[in-house]
């Protein structure tokens, strides 16, 4: 299995609506779930006073997320678009795979 994780600050206004998007049954998780190789979504909420959310998505392979956000380009750019309003800031941590 590889982890994808992604580090988000949230716009304060939009907190709920991004945790809404980013968690497991968010949008981003119903569109994955369309992959058989997609296993699950988690979305780590900051403890304490900061203000940045882990998100790590769990796929069975790196080739299987790279076919899917091949075949599903339209789809994944809509989604990624619709929620750019909801955060200040998106960086892509890494990948890891806990085969290693």
């Known amino acids: 299995m590889i982890h994808i994780a ?20 968010g949008i981003w998780s119903e569109l994955f779930s369309l992959s058989p190789d997609y296993r699950e979504t988690r979305l780590l909420r ?7 959310y882990l998100v790590i998505d769990i796929w069975q392979s790196l080739a299987a997320y790279i ?13 990624d678009r619709a929620c750019e309003d909801l955060t200040d800031e998106e960086t892509m941590v890494g990948v890891f795979d806990d085969n290693a």
């Not at 580090?7 to 945790?19: G, H, V, Y």
């Not at 076919?67 to 989604?79: G, N, Q």
């Open 6 to 25: 992604w580090r988000f600050r949230p716009k304060i206004d939009k907190a709920a609506e991004f945790e809404s998007a980013y968690s497991t049954g």
């Open 67 to 79: 076919r899917f956000k091949t075949e599903f380009a339209r789809e994944y750019e809509r989604i």
């Open 46 to 52: 900051p403890a304490g006073s900061g203000d940045a």
